[in-house]
Nanobody, 116 residues
């Protein structure tokens, strides 16, 4: 499984950004798929995950602000981030778990900076 992330950047507080992650390889085995983030000096934390059945889970810190979606036809997951706050600043990593290999896969990180 290979993951290619895109999106991210610099945005003012209250603004929006959209991250995308395209999967390739043994995509039939992926479940779930989603995003983690790591802020400077902090551990990597789960942000949002979506399953093959489109069941979604969110971290409490992003509920009602972030929306994860999965485009099965394009093997892509999107993370719409609204009402961004400075504490959302982090490197965001695309994530996928393979049910076949039972391994976790990571995309390259993409920087999200929320600052005025």
């Amino acid at each position: 499984v290979q993951l290619q992330a895109s999106g991210g950047g610099l945005v003012q507080p209250g603004g929006s950004l959209r991250l995308s992650c395209a999967a390739s390889g043994s995509i039939f085995s992926i479940n779930p798929m989603g995003w983690y983030r790591q802020a400077p000096g902090k551990q990597r934390e789960q942000v949002a995950l979506v399953s093959q059945t489109t069941s979604k889970t969110y971290a409490d810190a992003v509920k009602d602000r972030f929306t994860i979606s999965r485009d099965a036809a394009k093997n892509t997951v999107h993370l719409q981030m609204d009402r961004l706050r400075p504490d959302d600043t982090a490197v965001y990593y695309c994530y996928a778990h393979s049910l076949v290999t039972r391994a976790d896969y990571w995309g390259q990180g993409t920087q999200v900076t929320v600052s005025s």
